[in-house]
């Protein structure tokens, strides 16, 4: 009886230690409406990567602003493509949820570049003209380039 208390004592302590596992990736993609995401503006990736504490280690990631560029645009999407000017195949389309963050952990093969573009709940578009080889857009816009914004 005394072994099996410790047994099952060790393995709850074992279980629970796995959960808090921070070293660990996870699925986690934005959707029109959700409201779990924070940080407007920072780099996702300096701390949704592996190694670091957030939760998801994401591959594409940023903030949409509206126009006045001081809050979150909500429940837009992204668009990546193969070919320039929103073009050729559609290689993942990201939701924008109610606070103007978008992102996703699911695999994305960057290759020799992909196009992106960003829709507002209008029909509103913009396009960026040169290629990305990285989906961490907020380690430009907001920092070396403007935010990305939509009327
Ligand atoms: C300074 C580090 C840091 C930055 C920068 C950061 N995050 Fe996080 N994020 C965390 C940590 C730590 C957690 C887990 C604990 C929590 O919820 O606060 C988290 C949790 C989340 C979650 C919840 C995940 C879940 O499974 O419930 C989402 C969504 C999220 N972050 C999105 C973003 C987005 C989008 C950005 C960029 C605009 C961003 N984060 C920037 C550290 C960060
Ligand atoms: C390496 C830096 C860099 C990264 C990463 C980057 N961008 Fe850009 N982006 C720029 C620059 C510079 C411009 C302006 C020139 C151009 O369009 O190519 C731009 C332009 C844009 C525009 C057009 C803006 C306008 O006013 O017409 C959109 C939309 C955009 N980027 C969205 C994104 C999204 C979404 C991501 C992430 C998936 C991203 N960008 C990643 C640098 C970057």
């Known amino acids: 009886m005394k072994y099996l208390i410790i047994c099952i004592i ?3 302590l074992f279980t629970a230690c796995e959960n808090e596992d921070e070293d660990e990736n996870e699925t986690v993609i934005s959707q029109n409406y959700s409201d779990e995401s924070h940080n407007l503006s ?3 990736m300096n701390c949704h990567v592996q190694g670091e504490g957030g939760e998801g280690w994401f591959t594409v990631a940023g903030s949409l602003y509206e126009k006045t560029q001081t809050s979150g645009y909500p429940n837009g999407s992204v668009k990546i493509t193969s070919e320039p000017n929103a073009s050729g195949t559609t290689i993942k389309t990201i ?3 109610s606070k103007g963050n978008f992102y996703t952990t699911q695999t994305i093969d960057f290759g020799n570049g992909l196009y992106v573009s960003v829709y507002g709940t209008n ?4 396009i960026m003209m040169s ?3 990285t989906g961490s857009c907020n380690s ?4 070396t380039t403007d935010k990305i914004w939509l009327e």
């Open 10 to 12: 060790t393995l709850s």
């Open 42 to 44: 920072q780099n996702c």
């Open 95 to 97: 939701e924008v949820d």
């Open 123 to 126: 029909g509103e578009e913009k």
């Open 131 to 133: 290629k990305i080889n």
């Open 140 to 143: 430009c816009h907001g920092n």
